[in-house]
């Protein structure tokens, strides 16, 4: 046998050329079987053509196997993923949702639902910048321009059939409600029904937002105001049924408001007082001199302190501490008054009812009266006559 120089494969005696590789045999070693001559020495078995394709075969296999697990596991982690920014995305955190699917895009840029998703974010993202304007527009008042915008944003909404797009019906029904606060907050201004201030209310009440709670505060004042000023004009008039079914009205809404409680007492004593006087009208004539020369005298009744303070309403309340310093029981205590501005000049006369009616020795009694649209700063109370009935 003639082994070939080059691959190792044997050639049979007498070959000038390897039948495997073309190596030339001239130099090739030749082996002759012990005992036996060459040309009966029997070919020798070459495994090399069949390990080398099983290598081959065996590289390429491994190369394949590599190549399908990382792909599998490249694949498993973009998965996950596109799982975590649709999990960030549903929370509403657009921006970390969106770098997450821009690195699984870098993994796999031809993947399907990885652009789905950062289109249908892209698209959500826009939008929520839209209510961005929305919410800024109301902070500045421009309420028209809010609306529209908003407006705008739900129609889209509705046509896009984006999954993410729930993410944004929160704050669009936020600042809905927003708008509409601020909207009711215009409208109130110029309001002057309680009817019409309390249909507001309702409104308001199924908002749970600060700013709607403030806003029914503002709208809770406006209808104290308006109901002590009708009353107080009802008394002028000794109506005092209406006088009591407005501030009734009032309560209704301000339910214990302090002022309208104190007001409801003050309207039932003047009534109280009112009836009984008529009731005495014949006695209080017979003792009318008396009573004559008893207002007359400044030592029966004390003024011990009157004052002015005004709203944000504009509206001014005149009050006073009077004191008893006669020596019997007197009653239906009277002060006339004079309110100035800072030049000196009157700018009303009004006659206020002291209560509780009746004041023992050394009692004392309050007085309050209220006048409205007072646009005068600075403003004194002049006190021009007190007069009072004793018992």
């Not at 490249?74 to 997450?100: C, F, I, P, R, T």
């Not at 800024?136 to 421009?142: G, L, V």
């Not at 993410?167 to 110029?190: C, F, H």
């Not at 020369?293 to 009157?306: F, Y």
């Amino acid at each position: 046998m003639v082994i070939c120089t080059e691959c190792g494969r044997e050639n049979q005696p007498g070959s000038r050329y390897c039948s495997n590789c073309g190596e030339s045999l001239e130099n090739a070693p030749k082996i002759v079987p012990e005992g036996k001559p060459v040309d009966e020495q029997k070919p020798k078995k070459n495994f090399w053509p069949i390990i080398l394709p099983i290598s081959v075969l065996a590289v390429m296999i491994g190369i394949v196997i590599y190549t399908y697990e990382h792909t599998k596991q490249v694949n498993v982690q973009v998965d996950a993923q596109n799982a975590k920014a649709e999990e960030l995305a549903l929370q509403g955190k657009y921006k970390q949702a969106e770098k997450e699917l821009e690195k699984a895009q870098e993994k796999r840029p031809d993947y399907l639902a990885v652009e789905q998703n950062l289109d249908s974010l892209h698209k959500v993202m826009k939008l929520d910048e839209k209510l961005n304007k929305v919410s800024k527009a109301i902070e500045q008042n421009e309420l028209n321009k809010a609306e529209q915008e908003l407006t705008s944003v739900s129609g889209q909404m509705r046509e896009d059939k984006n999954r993410l797009i729930v993410t944004l019906t929160p704050r669009v029904n936020q600042l809905d409600s927003l708008l509409t606060v601020g909207k009711i907050n215009y409208e109130v201004k110029e309001m002057t029904n309680v009817e019409a201030l309390a249909d507001k209310l309702n409104t308001l009440s199924g908002l749970n937002l600060d700013e709607a709670s403030r806003s029914r505060e503002k709208i809770i004042e406006k209808i104290v105001s308006i109901s002590t000023k009708k009353a107080e004009e009802a008394m002028k008039e000794k109506k005092y049924n209406e006088a009591m079914a407005n501030v009734d009205e009032g309560l209704q809404y301000a339910v214990n408001h302090q002022h309208l409680s104190g007001l409801k007492e003050r309207i039932r004593q003047e009534q109280q007082a009112f009836e009984q006087v008529k009731q005495e009208r014949i006695q209080r004539a017979m003792e009318q001199a008396e009573a004559e020369e008893l207002k007359n005298h400044e030592d029966a009744v004390k003024i011990e302190k009157m004052e002015v303070n005004k709203d944000e309403f504009g509206d001014v309340t005149v009050s006073g501490i009077v004191k008893s310093e006669a020596t019997k029981i007197v009653s239906s205590i009277e002060i006339t008054y004079d309110l100035i501005n800072e030049n000196k000049e009157v700018l009303t006369t009004e006659t206020a009812q002291v209560y509780p009616m009746y004041l023992n020795p050394g009692d004392t009694g309050n007085l309050e009266m209220m006048h409205y649209d007072m646009e005068e700063e600075n403003l004194e109370v002049e006190v021009k006559n007190v007069q009072w009935f004793v018992e």
